[in-house]
T-cell receptor, first 117, second 112 residues
Framework: GAVVSQHPSRVICKSGTSVKIECRSL??????MFWYRQFPKKSLMLMAT?????????EQGVEKDKFLINHASLTLSTLTVTSAHPEDSSFYIC?????????????FGQGTRLTVV | GQSLEQPSEVTAVEGAIVQINCTYQ??????LSWYQQHDGGAPTFLSY????GLEETGRFSSFLSRSDSYGYLLLQELQMKDSASYFC?????????????FGQGTELSVKP
């Protein structure tokens, strides 16, 4: 199957700083990637759709100035949490589809556990 | 709005059969998927139904009834390693841009 790699897997940062999370499709090209946020024992909440070469589409209630998404190439999308605060602490996961399997299966990165202190 | 309903938790013993139901209300529909997630890990794909009926993949089967907006995941011959969270999810369209909306998840505990 296709591989999506996410980095870093864990990050601890100080309140007020920014953190960048990378999501790469290793063996396929992805014009679209998705960013999710997950709280403990909860569902995956879609934050935004990342579109290669254009602006991301954010879900209702997600602050686009807070969560900056850049999709500069067909294999890389980045999520930057700006001016992070403790309430931003969460598990962030990216995903993408591969045409090789007919877009039926979403492939997920390993996730990034963000802790803001 | 869009919503998917599934039980929050299920407990069963090794070797048993478990069915996890999912009902959905979504603005667009292109298939019902099931994902498994172990604690701290990424979701992994289990099955996908675009058409009505039963899909079987080893010990796991998934069913869809589009007219009832209902599906289920059937896990047979349960093993301890099947203890995990299971999510149903709906695609709103076919192509790369199709969003995947997840249910709240069902935590399955398999006891010896």
């Amino acid at each position: 199957g296709a591989v999506v790699s996410q980095h870093p897997s864990r990050v601890i940062c100080k309140s007020g700083t920014s953190v960048k999370i990378e999501c790469r499709s290793l063996d396929f090209q992805a014009t679209t990637m998705f960013w999710y946020r997950q709280f403990p024992k909860k569902s995956l909440m879609l934050m935004a759709t990342s579109n290669e070469g254009s602006k991301a589409t954010y879900e209702q209630g997600v602050e686009k100035d807070k969560f900056l998404i850049n999709h500069a190439s067909l294999t890389l999308s980045t999520l930057t949490v700006t001016s992070a605060h403790p309430e931003d602490s969460s598990f962030y996961i990216c995903s993408a589809y591969s045409e090789h399997v007919g877009y039926t299966e979403a492939f997920f990165g390993q996730g990034t556990r963000l802790t803001v202190v | 709005g869009q919503s998917l309903e599934q039980p929050s938790e299920v407990t069963a013993v090794e070797g048993a059969i478990v069915q996890i139901n999912c009902t959905y209300q979504t603005s667009g529909f292109y298939g019902l998927s099931w994902y498994q997630q172990h604690d701290g890990g990424a979701p992994t794909f289990l099955s996908y139904n675009a058409l009505d009926g039963l899909e079987e993949t080893g010990r796991f089967s998934s069913f869809l009834s589009r007219s009832d907006s209902y599906g289920y995941l059937l896990l047979q011959e349960l093993q301890m390693k099947d203890s995990a969270s299971y999510f149903c999810a709906v695609r709103d369209r076919r192509n790369q841009g199709g969003k995947l909306i997840f249910g709240q998840g069902t935590e399955l505990s398999v006891k010896p």
